[in-house]
């Protein structure tokens, strides 16, 4: 095969249980809180690979590109200035964390649990926004995606923009 191409196949069978819980609210006027959590267990119940010309039995190996936890906190608050295009000032901060997760059959390419930070804070009208943004803003070093043979791709380091929108 090219260099860099991997191939995922269906490779045995999976138990999948999981958990997902969504909190919204809006305790004053303004003030948007939002949780979203996620817990998933998926274990192979038969997992028999191919390894030297050998059958390995990974039995028991965690699903491969799904975080054990997912979890989200934003809270934002809009202050309406009014006047003819209602304008609002806006401020955005977002905490996320994504549990353990691993990247091949075999489990030995792993992401540890980690945290990453995001903040946004612009004005917005009836028919454009303009935002100053953050992600990452810890600068916090993880693999994003990884394949079996053991390439890896770090997630993206600290970032920040303007992004500027329009609704027709």
């Known amino acids: 095969m ?7 196949k269906n490779a045995g069978k999976l138990s999948s249980k999981g958990i997902e819980a969504e909190i919204t609210a809006t305790p004053i ?3 948007e809180f939002d949780y979203n959590f996620g817990y998933t267990h998926a274990r192979y119940t038969t997992l028999v690979v191919g390894s030297n010309g050998e059958e390995v039995n990974l039995k028991g190996n965690k699903q491969i590109y799904t975080p054990n936890i997912t979890s989200m906190l934003a809270l934002q608050y809009g202050y309406d200035l009014g006047g003819l295009l209602k304008t ?3 401020a955005r901060g ?6 353990d997760q691993y990247f091949d059959l075999a489990n030995q390419i792993e992401q540890k ?3 990453k930070f995001n903040a946004r804070v612009g004005v917005s ?3 454009f926004g303009l935002f100053f943004w953050e992600s990452n803003i810890a600068n916090k070093k ?3 995606y990884a394949y079996d043979f053991g390439a890896t791709h770090l997630g993206n380091p600290r970032t920040y923009g ?3 929108n329009t609704t027709f």
């Not at 090219?2 to 995922?8: G, Y």
């Not at 977002?94 to 549990?99: D, K, S, T, V």
């Open 113 to 115: 649990g980690y945290n």
């Open 142 to 144: 993880y693999i994003d």
């Open 94 to 99: 977002e905490w996320r964390y994504l549990g």
């Open 162 to 164: 303007v992004s500027l």
């Open 125 to 127: 009208t009836k028919r």
């Open 29 to 31: 006027k303004g003030l």
């Open 2 to 8: 090219p260099d860099a191409i991997t191939v995922t």
């Open 88 to 90: 609002k000032l806006i």
